[in-house]
């Protein structure tokens, strides 16, 4: 059993799901993958991540239903949204339901270590101040 904090990753772009792994590789973070928002919703349940990333635009379920069905799982678990399509629209569905994060793609390093610290530990920063992160 690892030591490293468990982060779900839910994205239907498996270069996406590479890129994250590359960037976690060698941190504290242990990466658990899925390729569809149904998985996810599974993973949730078996692993018991400290934070799930998820991907807005995905087929059959997009990263909004899914930040809905993780609240009914499990309500305190933070969600970082992800998305290639940032957008003020999209920032604040994110922030209205819940969302403890948001992450648009490109992004670096950097950028995706700031918003899992950001949301595992909460400082009060808004989802907004996720997106300008350089």
Do not use: C, H
Not at 18 to 27: A, D, G, I, S
Not at 41 to 62: C, G, Y
Not at 109 to 120: D, G, N, S
């Amino acid at each position: 059993m690892s030591n490293k904090t468990p982060i779900l990753v839910i994205d239907d772009e498996l270069d996406v799901l590479k890129l994250v792994e590359f960037l976690l590789w060698n941190t504290e973070y242990e990466l658990i993958k899925a390729s569809d928002a149904e998985r996810g919703l599974q993973l949730v349940e078996e692993t018991q991540p400290a934070v799930v990333i998820v991907d807005i635009m995905m087929p059959r379920m997009d990263g909004f239903t899914a930040l809905q069905r993780i609240r009914e799982i499990k309500a305190d678990l933070p969600v970082i949204i992800f998305t290639a399509r940032s957008t003020r629209s999209d920032e604040k569905k994110a922030e209205e339901l819940g969302a403890n994060g948001f992450v648009a793609k490109p992004f670096n390093r950097q950028k995706l270590l700031t918003a899992i610290e950001r949301a595992i530990n909460p400082t009060g920063a808004t989802i907004s101040e996720t997106i300008t992160e350089k």
